[in-house]
Every structure is written in C-alpha cells, then in structure tokens.
C-alpha cells in the first residue's frame, strides 16, 4: 500500500463547479498535512494546511480525519486558474515528509 | 531576491559529465531539501540538511553528492549520471522540520544523454 495515495484523475469539471478530492494516508504517526497546488512544468506551491478541525481558505476548504486516516480538499466555484495538480502532502516525524503523486484538476469554460 | 533561487533552470549532460545544481534561500529557514521528481511519481524525497548538517539521506546513489556550506546554499553534485536520473530536481527551505510547510525553487530540468 503506498503511504500517501491519491486519485491520479483528470478531474475535468465546467467552470462555477464544485469538486472535491481525497487522500489517504497508512501512517498513523503522521504528524501534519498540507495540500499542495502544483501547475505544469513548475515548483509545489503550499496551498494550505489541514487541521482536524477544518479549515477554509476563500473558496477551499480542506478537512482531516484521523480516524479513517483521509484529508480532503473542496474546491466552490472552480475557476479556469484553478486547473492544476494538487498534491496531497503529510509530514511525519522529524524531516521526512511524503508526497501523493497527485490529483489533476482541468476547469473548461 | 526573495523566496528559493535555483541555478540552472535547464541541463542537459552526458553520462560523463560532471556538473553541480545550485540553490540559495532567502527565508531565513534553517533546513534545506533536495527532492527528485520523475514523470507521474511522487516527489521523492533525496536529502535534508538542518542549520548545515544532513539529517537524511535516502538511500541515493553515490552519483549525487550533496554540499551544503552554509544554511542559505544547498548544492547537488552530479557525475556518471544515467539516463534514468532525468528528472525535474527541487529544492526546498523550512523553518524547523516544516510544520509549517516548505517553499520550493523553480526546479532544475535535468536531461542525461
């Protein structure tokens, strides 16, 4: 079972749509957990992070739950700048942090 | 300049070369990464560096030497590459142990032939 698993998509949704997304991940030391935004041909930029509680940015909203070990990220009104892969990212102990390989997002006009 | 400056953007080498990657952050943070990512794969994730001292190294070949002279520049010695190590080569800077998240660079586009 990979560590951090994600669905790879393309998720491809009109403008003004809502779509969500999962992860999970199999360690449950796990310490924290972000969402990454990464577009074609350039660097992971942090998205936001993701607390148990939930938390809301704007238009996003990324929730964890522990218990079953999965982070969602929600996206409202999807623009056409949202189009992306999002990296689904949990950091363990000290320095090591693993990445999902990615959900791709296409938003079409 | 602000933010995590990567030299050089685009590299081709031969199998014989040897050539360096460079990084410098200007965040202040004290760790430093260098992650590998290859087409559809995750980042991996290659080496750490805290305030100067490598605190992981995983499992990378001898081919890929690491420097890190200072908590501001990371560098990533290359020689006797394959041409299986193409790939897009990140670094990263934390504060800490990245509780906080991590600020990449543009990346280096890496082609061996």
């Known amino acids: 079972r990979k560590e951090v698993e994600q669905d790879p998509g393309p998720f491809n949704v009109p403008e003004g749509a809502t779509v969500a997304f999962n992860c999970t991940y199999s360690?449950?030391?796990?310490?924290?957990f972000f969402w990454y935004r990464q577009d074609c041909r350039k660097e992971p930029k942090l998205l936001m992070s993701?607390?148990?509680s939930g938390n809301e940015d704007g238009r996003f909203t990324a929730q964890l739950n522990r218990a079953s070990q999965y982070i969602s990220l929600l996206i409202r009104d999807s623009k056409l700048s949202d189009s992306a892969t999002y990296l689904c990212?949990?950091?363990?102990?000290?320095?090591?942090?693993?990445f999902g390989a990615g959900t791709r997002l296409f938003v079409k006009a | 300049e602000t933010g995590v400056t990567q030299t050089p953007r685009h590299l081709v080498m031969g199998m014989t070369n040897k050539k360096s990657l460079k990084c410098e952050q200007h965040l202040g943070h004290n760790a430093m990464y260098w992650y590998k990512q290859s087409a559809k794969k995750p980042l991996e994730l290659m080496f750490v560096y805290n305030f100067k001292e490598q605190t992981e190294n995983n499992s990378v070949p001898s081919r890929f030497s690491p420097e890190c002279p200072n908590s501001s520049h990371l560098f990533l010695h290359l020689h006797t590459l394959q041409p299986e190590d193409s790939a897009l080569y990140l670094c990263?800077?934390?504060?800490?142990?990245?509780?906080?998240?991590?600020?990449f660079g543009s990346g280096t586009r890496l082609t061996v032939v």
């Open positions: 993701v607390y148990s």
């Open positions: 990263a800077s934390s504060q800490d142990q990245g509780g906080n998240g991590y600020t």
């Open positions: 990212v949990v950091k363990l102990t000290g320095f090591k942090t693993i």
């Open positions: 360690n449950s030391a796990s310490q924290s």
